[in-house]
């Protein structure tokens, strides 16, 4: 079975700072690991993915996150945030063949303060 | 090219009525997922078709809930005696492949369903 855990529900910055949301997976299988974000009143959009390539893996809008299968960690980052970086951040995790579903977290809402 | 279409974007109906939503996959994307999604269970997984077969429909919560693919590409989802507890936003994706896996999902906008 797989799973992700985002701790906490809400994150706020302030533009320019710093973004951090971290993602947690348990996999019995080596895993894929995605990032979605979800504008208001909008579908899912992927920010990036980790298919077992590079373990730095680089998305759009500048985002990035790093596999660490030490830690199984999937964590997002940005290095400064934008006011149009407001959405909610799903983090998600799937397997291979018949197991290709995504297994989402709960999301985190990112709020920018001007 | 085209997205994932769906159809209807919003349906409201009467507990108790039976539903259908449509969901166009993009051309040519052989795997095509049903997902719900609502405040208090976030996002869900339902059903899973590769091609016309499901090789998973774990994600169904009742025998109320079933769903078909024809042709490799328009699915239907079908949820008979609608419940309030059925009402969510329904989310399809479609994507290449199957086999080594990772492949993106591409979403569609969803069906917002609402019973009163």
């Known amino acids: 079975a797989q799973s992700v855990t985002q701790l906490g529900s809400h994150v706020s910055v302030s533009e320019g700072a710093l973004v951090l949301l971290r993602c947690n997976y348990s996999s019995s299988v080596p895993p894929y690991l995605f990032w979605y974000v979800q504008y208001p009143n909008q579908g899912l959009q992927l920010l990036l993915k980790y298919t077992s390539a590079a373990t730095l893996v680089k998305g759009i809008n500048g985002f990035e996150a790093e596999f660490k299968k030490s830690e199984t960690s999937f964590h997002l980052t940005k290095p400064s945030a934008h006011m149009s970086d407001a959405a909610e951040y799903f983090c998600?995790?799937?397997?291979?063949?018949?197991?290709?579903?995504?297994?989402f977290g709960k999301g985190i809402t990112l709020s920018v303060r001007p | 090219g085209a997205g994932v279409s769906q159809s209807p974007s919003n349906k409201v109906t009467e507990k108790g009525k039976d539903v259908e939503l449509r969901c166009d996959p993009i051309?040519?994307?052989?795997?095509l997922y049903w997902y719900r999604q609502s405040l208090g269970q976030g996002l869900e997984f339902l059903i899973y078709?590769?091609?016309?077969?499901?090789?998973?429909k774990s994600g169904l919560p009742s025998d109320r809930f079933s769903a078909e693919r024809t042709g490799g590409s328009v699915s239907t989802l079908t949820i008979q005696r609608t419940q309030q507890e059925d009402s969510a936003v329904y989310l399809c994706?479609?994507?290449f492949g199957y086999g080594r896996g990772g492949f993106e999902q591409f979403f569609g906008p969803g069906t917002r369903l609402t019973v009163l």
């Open positions: 994706a479609s994507s």
């Open positions: 051309s040519g994307h052989t795997a």
């Open positions: 998600a995790v799937s397997g291979t063949g018949a197991n290709s579903k995504l297994t």
């Open positions: 078709f590769q091609g016309n077969s499901a090789p998973d």
